[in-house]
């Protein structure tokens, strides 16, 4: 995972690489560390931690400079230790390297150039890129990268400077994210854009195997074969404020609170009553549509959970077969895929390695790829062939919430949309179900307008090692979100089960004063989820019920019941969801923990 | 789940009813009960918890007759208390009943019974029985059993007798499974063969919705409309002895013992190098397979474990899309089924309730169904328009062994049927994995000879209380059936991930000390699996590692490993799986549990 950032100007680089990193701390946040030119030396400054440990240090160990780089880091190889955090320079202190990624054979160019007299000092893949371009340098850091990285396989996004060549920052990626910012005689690399939209708000996307060469007052881009090329700049229309936490405690509880508006915002234009579904960017004809046999969903994490839900609204809708997969098992099982084949990858960040290659390898199939992304540009987004962008602004917290129920506005108007497109459905019926998803920011906004019960369910389980989530039918789909989501923010061991699968299984673990949640949205299998919960009652189970207004049946035999507003059954994820979210939050809270930034993990997965 | 038996004839009833109930306690152990016609009554003992419970009771309270019914519990309405045990009489104490199902109408026709004088006394749906056909009884048992039976919606196999009319008892059955044994002037009633083999050998299967009348000289069937018809014996060809324990301490470990048997025996005559497969019950054409768009695999709990791997079997030696999904969520989501569907459903017992509901679903939108299952003449073979036996010979531990292996034999066997019939691959690749899939009998033995690692492995781990497995490809399919095991049999909270997941949330959970077990049995995917294992180990995690032979790397960051003979990847799992096996039944013994009956679970899940 790992977060880069770098800068050229007249600036104070260690306060310009401090403000990036601590926007890129939701890259992962095991160590973070500094190279800059000072005093005729590359001057690394690292701090195994947090990012305020490397700022402490900084206080009393003042590096000053004009260019510099920066690193935080989530620990791939080497634990997170001083000796395995970025900045790594060569032997002889003369080339300083920030990398995010993966080098598959770094073992072998470690027994290269150990060969050649190198020594290595830490566990990690990256220390042989400084050492392998310091090998290949003969007064030229363009050149010498280009060699470097055509030694190197894997994913890496880097940044290289060269004592010998102040002023001046070497930039190329190949499968990890990485953009140049445009100042006014000053630039800046990141791995992404809010790390320095402060500075500057026009960016280049820098592609696979390009170079970008960033001295004071120039900027120069290089294709694989070292020509220089044109890159066109982008400008970005976010505000920096946008990505901040408001008045609330932390971003995950902002982010939880802005769901009304990122739903609204995503249904904006698309979704009208009285007319067909419009997405601008998704170009599927009824003919094309009718001649694809399957779709599959792949995507990663909670956006594998929207997948989920994805299946039963486009089989209930559209009526195509839909087979969803986690990217990390899908790419390497050798799976059925040709033209007839439609696949909708799902990435919040859009840059999630794993889904990114089964989109490459789909459409080198033949399959066309739709993406379901809340990052334009980014570069799952640039390679798809249709797109839909979530609008839910950009998510902090480590664990998605907003992002999450957008992706599900954008998995419903998809249903819709292909259903209008081939007449699955009666008019009247999606006609009302598009006006009931235009009344669901309203009913969020009921449902995290009093949050008191939930609070008071999660002082009472914050103690509890393991619970258990439970439902059928997109009950169970909103099980395993919700279950996720309390595994990330709580670091209780939750899994969900579909009810009827408990007595194969699963039932043994139910034991007195266990907790189960259980989520009831479904007419259909009301009655049948009952049973199940009266099987887990009658083990000695504490039950929480998530259900609607109109079913009074679940109070008699739950603990705690928590209310969400009437709504048809295919929709109602978004809202049960919500209470769920609410819950993994308050408990984290009453845990102590740190909510926008669990232990392990980070935002947006860009190594396999 | 429930087991019920019932017996006419010369003998002393009390005797046969515990013998029989004693080999059905598989399928359910809450409490049991006996109801015989002793001393001009209907007398009922009943005693929560164990048979042995109930055979105390009956030390001191004898009984003796010559007619009885009896029945063993598995709780669904009412907690496992004395009162809610079976028998069931009606008020007047002149009739009784048992049952096994669940009656979905029962609190409609409580209610009707009550506004009648009925009392009730129990918890229980099946209490409404007794009371219901005492209210339509006028001398004529047979006539008041069919009234009432058109009454109940739900499912039951029910057993009654009437004070009036001694020496005969009047069975039925919908939705849940009954025999009928046919003795020498004495006749039987259970819910399967094994519990009255040691009595007779000849069985009627009675179909939905028929009757029986045994008396002590005479055996009547009829169907619904009353007509008497004609019902073929089955001679059964098992020895009870083959369902006993022999020398060892639990059915479960003796089962595990028994699978390089069960694998030969499942293949011999099917799978003889040189010779394509042979199947002899599946009737499926070269024409009929290149017509079908897709398989659907269907089961619940280790069935849908098997046929997790017959998805990724099936695609990659056929090349035809399968979905595998859980019966009881598949049933609900109004599956895309049609006469171009092939749907392969997997139950051991052949009595899965929801499996079977699927598999009747299924043929009634003109789809064509493929049966696997252990039991010859089970409901679910019976309907199906395929079947693949295995031989797995009778399972008795709850956790499934033995019948999992054989089913992945099942599994792989059609997949090279199909490919046999396609030709989607060299005859060569076909030709090795025969050969290769006959040597699995001798490799399992090979690993169940030294279980010394795994017994020291499974004695450093019991006292855990959370424990994560993890795989890639066709490991991490592995991991879920490990992760099951060691839940049913050791009540751990045990989860299995997909390696590449961990990364999008679970890998929160990971923690110092927290045992990790690894499957790397997929050559492909090595690298990026220890890539894995060192980002948990990173984190402090111990790690226990399942590997082959030829793959020595893992040693150097995993704390323990267990190696497997090499064999080919695609049928890894045959042998991955058994040391899990052997693991999950140590670390049950170390805590000191009932191995072959673990807690809240039963054999067969009639109910759904």
């Known amino acids: 995972m790992c977060g880069i950032v770098g800068y050229v100007g007249n600036k104070d680089a260690s306060e310009v690489l401090i403000s990036g990193l601590s926007r890129l701390e939701y890259r992962g946040y095991d160590s973070a560390g500094i190279s800059v030119l000072h005093d005729g030396e590359l001057t690394v400054k690292k701090a195994a931690g947090r990012l305020k440990n490397l700022e402490e240090k900084l206080q009393e160990e003042k590096v000053h400079g004009h260019m510099g780089i920066g690193h935080t880091r989530w620990a791939t190889h080497g634990a997170p230790l001083d000796k395995n955090s970025h900045p790594h320079n060569s032997n002889n202190g003369k ?5 995010n990624g993966i080098i598959e054979n770094y073992m072998e160019v470690k027994e290269r150039l150990q060969g050649l007299g190198y020594v ?11 050492n392998l371009v310091d090998y290949y340098y003969s007064g030229n850091l363009l050149e010498a990268v280009k060699k470097a990285a055509a030694d190197l396989k894997g994913s890496y996004a880097l940044g290289v400077m060269a004592l010998n060549e102040p002023d001046k920052i070497v930039a190329t990626r190949k499968d990890s994210p990485l953009v140049v910012g445009v100042g006014d005689k000053e630039y800046f690399i990141a791995s992404d854009v809010p790390a320095v939209l402060n500075y500057t708000k026009s960016f280049v996307y820098l592609n696979d195997g390009e170079f970008a060469e960033l001295c004071k007052d120039s900027l120069q881009f290089f294709n694989q074969d070292g020509e220089q090329i044109e890159r ?25 609170y802005e769901q009304p508006k990122a739903l609204k915002d995503t249904m904006t234009g698309r979704i ?9 960017d998704i170009h599927i004809t009824k003919e094309m549509l009718e001649d694809y ?14 997948g989920l839900i994805g299946k039963v609204a486009i089989e209930n809708l559209a009526r195509i077969p839909v087979e969803v997969d986690v990217a990390s098992e899908f790419r390497y099982r050798n799976p059925i895929i040709d033209a007839k084949t439609l696949v909708i990858v799902i990435s919040q ?3 999630t390695a794993d889904t990114l290659a089964v989109s490459r390898e789909a459409q080198k199939f033949g399959a066309r790829v739709i993406a379901i992304t809340n990052v334009v540009g980014s570069s799952i987004a640039r390679e798809a062939d249709d797109v839909f962008y979530t609008w839910a602004g950009p998510e902090i917290g480590v664990a998605s919430t907003k992002a999450y129920l957008t992706m599900l506005v954008a998995i419903y108007s998809i249903g819709i949309y292909f259903a209008e497109l081939l007449g699955t459905q009666q008019e009247s019926y999606l006609e009302n179900l598009k006006k009931e998803l235009l009344t669901l920011p309203e009913k969020v906004a009921s449902i995290i307008a009093d949050t008191t019960r939930i609070e008071h369910f ?5 103690t509890e090692k393991d619970v258990f989530f439970l439902g ?28 009827g699968e408990l007595k194969h299984g699963s039932i043994a673990l139910i034991e007195d004063d266990i907790t189960v949640i259980a989520s009831l949205t479904q007419r259909d299998l009301l009655e049948k989820m009952q049973s199940n919960i009266k099987e887990v009652v009658s083990r000695g189970a504490k039950v929480m019920a998530i259900t609607f207004e109109d079913n009074h049946d679940v109070e008699h035999f739950s603990d705690e019941v928590i209310i969400i507003p009437n709504t048809m059954d295919l929709i109602a994820p978004i809202l049960a969801v919500v209470p769920l979210q609410l819950l993994a939050y308050y408990v984290a809270l009453y845990k102590g923990l740190d909510v926008d930034k669990p232990r392990n993990l980070a935002k947006s997965v860009t190594v396999e």
Request: with cysteine; proline share 3%; aromatic share 10%.
């Open 95 to 99: 080339i300083s390297v920030v990398h």
């Open 120 to 130: 290595f000092y830490s566990d990690t893949d990256t220390e042989v890129i400084p």
């Open 232 to 256: 066109e700049v982008t400008e970005i229309t976010w505000s920096a404020e946008s990505a901040e936490k408001g008045g609330y405690a932390h971003f995950t509880i902002k982010e939880i």
């Open 272 to 280: 009208v009553p009285g007319k067909k579904v419009k997405l601008d």
């Open 293 to 306: 046999s399957r779709i599959y969903i792949i995507a990663c994490g909670t956006a594998y959970n929207a």
């Open 349 to 351: 960040s859009g840059e």
């Open 458 to 462: 999660a002082d009472k389980i914050h």
């Open 472 to 499: 059928r039918g997109l009950d169970y789909q909103i099980a395993v979100e919700a279950s996720l989501k309390l595994k990330e923010l709580s670091y209780i061991h939750s899994e969900a089960y579909p009810g």
